[in-house]
């Protein structure tokens, strides 16, 4: 505990707790204790599974909906080689729903979406470039490359158009990839995620301090539990822990610089279906709907209580449910 309590000073968790204002510290909603001790490194990278596992804990799969682990190769630009990008494919056809997941997780994240998801469209889950089975070299992880990851994976998987469900961070990776490929995106769901930036550099700046520290994963454990859900199962909480736990310091702080740029906050407009699904919680600004509408005029915006950031994985029926009527009520992809 009295690392926890160090891993910030005073200041610094007061500028914690407002920077959540950002897409980047919505990254997680986990019903994770302020004790968050080391995790065990077993099982760290498996081996390529034909499930959607990817995280440790995985129950049983219902093999009607058994997906096929595959990797695309990723170019990392300037002389820097190539990356293998992991993902779990379910069904066949050309377009498809392309699940996103946030900030130090997994293709995991999805195990409660996917059976749904599945018996209706084509689903691809991604482990992006530093997390899951997805290699993790020492470079930037910038929303760019994570974009380009899932155009590569879309690619290789001979996949024209999808709907992209971005959780968290998967949100903003979401609005880069249709900023580049606006022909390949024919809509955005997001799930707890960020549309505009809420706080400035400088507040980011402090709280990526502390991810930077040795002491990052107690100060993961304090910025994990400062925004738990209430839902979460303590098998979730685990895979969640374990998740983090496994995503290298150089990926968490990368990723993380990579949500505060400024120069994916642009102004541009989503001009596709978008569904915003998001936690209503204490820190939100009360104009929030009026921000993303702003941005995204074709907008579903849903603001469900009692739920923290993960909600997909605390209310899976009825976030499955918001999900296919979206689909259905914007008539996207082919059934």
């Known amino acids: ?73 990723l170019d990392l630009g300037s002389g820097q080689g190539t990356a293998r990008v992991h993902y779990v494919n379910y069904g066949k056809g050309k377009e498809a729903l392309v699940l996103i997941h946030g900030w130090t997780m997994n293709l995991d994240n999805w195990r409660d979406q996917i059976p749904d998801f599945a018996k209706r469209n084509r689903v691809i889950a991604i482990d992006l470039p530093g ?52 022909e390949k995106a024919l809509g955005i769901v997001v799930v707890d995620g960020a549309l505009r930036p809420f706080a400035d550099k400088a507040r980011m700046d402090r709280m990526l301090a502390g991810f930077r520290s040795p002491n990052y994963k107690e100060a993961g454990g304090q910025f994990l539990a400062a925004i738990a859900g209430p839902n979460l199962t303590a098998d979730v909480q685990e895979r969640i822990k374990a998740s983090f736990l496994n995503t290298p310091q150089h990926v968490i702080v990368s990723a993380m610089e990579g949500m505060a740029d400024d120069s994916i906050w642009g102004e541009d407009k989503l001009n596709v279906p978008v569904l915003a699904i998001m ?57």
């Open 1 to 73: 505990m009295k690392k926890l309590r160090h891993a910030f000073t005073p200041k610094q968790r007061f500028h914690l707790h407002r920077a959540l204002f950002f897409g980047v510290a919505f990254v997680f909603a986990l019903a994770v204790g302020a004790r968050f001790e080391d995790h065990t490194r077993a099982g760290k990278n498996p081996a390529p599974t034909s499930s959607i596992e990817a995280g440790t804990n995985s129950p049983k799969r219902d093999k009607s909906v058994a997906g096929e682990s595959r990797f695309a190769k």
């Open 131 to 182: 997390h899951g089975q997805s290699d993790k070299p020492q470079i930037s992880y910038s929303m760019d490359l994570f974009a380009r990851a899932v155009e590569a994976v879309m690619r290789e998987a001979k996949v024209k158009r999808a709907v992209l469900v971005g959780h968290s961070m998967g949100t903003p990776i979401a609005r880069q990839f249709y900023r580049k490929y606006p």
């Open 279 to 335: 936690a209503k919680l204490p820190f939100y600004p009360p104009d929030l709907e009026q921000r993303y509408r702003a941005l995204a005029p074709n907008m579903d915006f849903q603001m469900w209580p009692g739920v923290g950031h993960m909600i997909m994985m605390e209310k899976p029926k009825e976030f499955n449910e918001a999900v296919l009527a979206f689909l259905d009520n914007k008539r996207l992809l082919n059934q």
